[in-house]
């Protein structure tokens, strides 16, 4: 039986947390929405505000997870971002970080890519 790709996301979703909790972030927000835009997971650590974005695959058959994290999805995400730090008058350091996580991998399934990208003027 096939797992869903909504299943599988949901899954790397709940991974995501519970490795960011255990690295000592806090969880500020889980699947915080501004209209159609999504940010998976905001968290704080060292007075950063981290808005991360997960992907999660069963394999690496069409890429890496980390892959497919477009420009678009990046533009959305910052967007978001930005409506999340005017709503609330937050004037910390913030930063953009995918979480990748490969079912397929044994060893190291979670790959956290810090700073992953930035927003553009």
């Known amino acids: 039986m096939s797992i869903s790709t909504n299943a599988i996301g949901k899954s790397g979703e709940s ?3 519970t490795y960011l909790i255990n690295q000592g972030f806090k969880i500020l927000e ?3 929405r501004c209209g159609r835009d999504e940010i998976n997971l905001i968290a704080e650590i060292d ?7 997960v992907k999660a695959r ?3 058959t069409f890429g890496d997870p980390q892959d497919f994290v477009t420009k678009k999805k990046q533009r959305f995400m910052i967007r978001a971002a930005n409506t999340y730090l005017q709503d609330r008058n937050i004037e910390k350091e913030c930063r953009f970080d995918i979480i990748a996580i490969n079912n397929e991998m044994i060893e190291d399934p979670i790959l956290h890519i810090e700073d992953a990208f930035y927003p553009t003027l």
């Open 15 to 17: 991974v995501a947390f």
């Open 58 to 60: 069963k394999n690496n």
């Open 30 to 32: 889980r699947n915080w």
């Open 47 to 53: 007075d950063c505000v981290v808005f991360v974005e």
